[in-house]
C-alpha cells in the first residue's frame, strides 16, 4: 500500500512537471516590415532587445524590400497565414478590412498596449466600424528637397513659386547642360505635385471629401495634364520618355542623383532620409520653401498616415503580439533604437523621447519636412485612392501616352479620368 502510495506521489508528481514545462515553452511570433537595409538593421536590434526583456516569447523577422510586399501580404492574408504582427501602408485597409474585420482590434489589448499615447483622431484613422485595425506610427506628408551643390552652382535660389520652378528648368539647361534638371520624382509623387499645385489654384483637392470621387471639371483635369507635361517640356524634371532609356531602376541609386545632375526632388519626408546619404559629399539635401500659387490661401500640403503595425485577426498569440508592439512603439530603449526608421512618431513618449536625445531637430531634412509643413494651412483629404496601384498605372500610362506623343495632354486627361472613375465606381458596387 505504502508502495502504491509512492507511485502515484510520483505520477502526479511527473504530471505537474510537465505540466509546468508545457505552460513555460517559448511563444514565437512572427513579424513582417518592408524597408532598406538601415531598416531592417534597427528593427532587429529592437526585436533582439524585446526578447531579453521578455525571454518566453521569441520573434521570427520576415523582411523585404518594398518591391513584392503588397503581393506577399495577399497572398498571406487570403490564406490566412499572415504573420502575428504586420506592418501595413495605409492606403491597404480598403483591401484587406474595408469593413473592419480584416485585423485583430486593438482596443481589445488596451490592458497590454498604451493606447493612452496615441491621438484620438490618429486612431481614428486606422479605425473601421469602431475597431482599432492597426497603430498608426507615423504621419507623412510631401516637400520640396533640394540638393546644395548643384544649386550653387546654378547660381539659383530655391523656387517659392511655380513660375521660379517652371523658369529654373530653363535655367538649368542653359547654365549646366542637358542633363541636369532642378527636380526627379516618381509618377505617384508626380500625382500628388498635381494635386498640390490645383489645389492651390482652385482650393479644390482632386478627391472629394469622402475620398471616393474626382473633385475637378473636365477642363481642370485638362489643365492639370497640361501642367505635368510642362514640368518635362519646360526642362523641371526627367519625362518618362528620357527615363525609360535607362531601364528599370531606382533613381537615387543612379549616377545622375548622386553627382547632383538631378539636384532635388519632391516626395514624402519619411523617405528623404534614405535619399539624403545618396549624395556625393559635400553635397546635402535641404528643405526649400513650399513651392506657392500666387495668392494661394491654402498650401495643399498632403498629410496622412504612413505606416502602421497590424495584428493578424487570426493569431493565436494576441497579448504577446500587443506587447512585442508596444515595446516598439512606446518603450524608450526600442525607441532610442529605431530612432527616425519608420518617420516621426505618433506616440508620446517616442516624441519625448527622441527630442530629448537630441534626434527630433530640424538638422534632419524629414523633421524639417514635417515640421515646414505643420505650419501650413492644407485642407487635402487623405485617401487610400491616392496611393492605390490600379489608379497609379492609370496615370502612369496616361503620362507616357502624353510624353511619347501618343495622345495630347487633353486625350491623356479624358483617358485617365474614364477609366479612374470605372474602377471607382466597381469599388463601390462591390461594398
Not at 513584392?68 to 497572398?75: A, C, D, F, S
Not at 482596443?107 to 481614428?124: H, R
Not at 528648368?169 to 490645383?198: H, S, W
Request: with cysteine.
Amino acid at each position: 500500500m505504502k508502495r502504491l502510495f509512492c507511485v502515484s506521489l510520483l505520477c502526479a508528481s511527473g504530471l505537474l512537471t510537465a505540466a509546468s514545462s508545457f505552460a513555460q515553452q517559448d511563444v514565437t511570433l512572427r513579424m513582417s516590415w518592408w524597408g532598406g537595409k538601415s531598416r531592417h538593421e534597427v528593427m532587429l536590434k529592437a526585436l533582439e532587445d524585446f526578447e531579453a526583456r521578455h525571454p518566453g516569447i521569441k520573434v521570427h523577422a520576415e523582411y523585404m524590400g518594398w518591391d513584392g510586399y503588397l503581393e506577399r501580404m495577399t497572398t498571406q492574408i487570403s490564406g490566412g497565414q499572415e504573420p502575428d504582427v504586420m506592418q501595413i501602408n495605409w492606403p491597404w485597409f480598403p483591401i484587406f478590412s474595408r469593413t473592419g474585420d480584416g485585423f485583430y482590434d486593438i482596443n481589445k489589448l488596451g490592458d497590454v498596449f498604451d493606447l493612452s499615447q496615441y491621438p484620438a483622431k490618429e486612431l481614428k484613422s486606422t479605425t473601421i466600424n469602431g475597431k482599432l485595425n492597426a497603430i498608426p506610427i507615423s504621419l507623412n506628408v510631401p516637400g520640396f528637397y533640394y540638393n546644395t551643390e548643384t544649386w550653387k552652382k546654378a547660381k539659383l535660389t530655391y523656387p517659392q513659386s511655380w513660375d521660379d520652378l517652371f523658369a529654373a528648368g530653363k535655367i538649368f539647361k542653359a547654365r549646366l547642360g542637358d542633363e541636369y534638371y532642378p527636380l526627379i520624382f516618381n509618377d505617384q509623387d508626380t500625382f500628388l505635385m498635381v494635386n498640390c499645385y490645383m489645389s492651390q489654384k482652385y482650393n479644390t483637392p482632386m478627391f472629394t471629401a469622402d475620398g471616393n470621387h474626382f473633385a475637378w471639371s473636365k477642363a481642370q483635369w485638362h489643365e492639370a495634364f497640361n501642367f505635368i507635361q510642362r514640368l518635362v517640356n519646360d526642362h523641371v524634371m526627367p519625362g518618362p520618355k528620357y527615363l525609360a532609356s535607362f531601364g528599370k531602376f531606382d533613381f537615387i541609386d543612379s549616377k545622375y542623383w548622386q553627382d547632383g545632375k538631378w539636384a532635388g526632388t519632391y516626395t514624402w519626408n519619411v523617405v528623404i532620409q534614405y535619399y539624403a546619404p545618396k549624395l556625393t559629399p559635400p553635397a546635402k539635401l535641404v528643405l526649400g520653401d513650399y513651392v506657392m500659387y500666387p495668392g494661394a490661401t491654402n498650401a495643399s500640403a498632403y498629410f496622412k498616415v504612413s505606416l502602421t503595425y497590424a495584428i493578424s485577426k487570426v493569431t493565436k498569440h494576441p497579448k504577446e503580439a500587443a506587447k512585442l508592439l508596444n515595446f516598439l512603439l512606446n518603450d524608450p530603449q526600442a525607441i532610442a533604437a529605431i530612432r527616425l526608421e519608420n518617420g516621426i512618431p505618433l506616440s508620446s513618449i517616442a516624441i519625448k523621447t527622441l527630442t530629448d536625445n537630441g534626434t527630433l531637430t530640424n538638422d534632419n531634412p524629414s523633421v524639417a519636412g514635417f515640421n515646414a509643413a505643420q505650419r501650413l494651412t492644407s485642407e487635402s483629404t487623405a485617401t487610400s485612392w491616392m496611393e492605390d496601384q490600379k489608379m497609379q498605372s492609370f496615370f502612369k500610362e496616361a503620362r507616357q501616352n502624353m510624353d511619347y506623343g501618343r495622345m495630347t495632354p487633353e486625350q491623356a486627361a479624358d483617358d485617365f479620368v474614364a477609366k479612374a472613375e470605372r474602377l471607382m465606381k466597381r469599388s463601390a458596387a462591390r461594398h
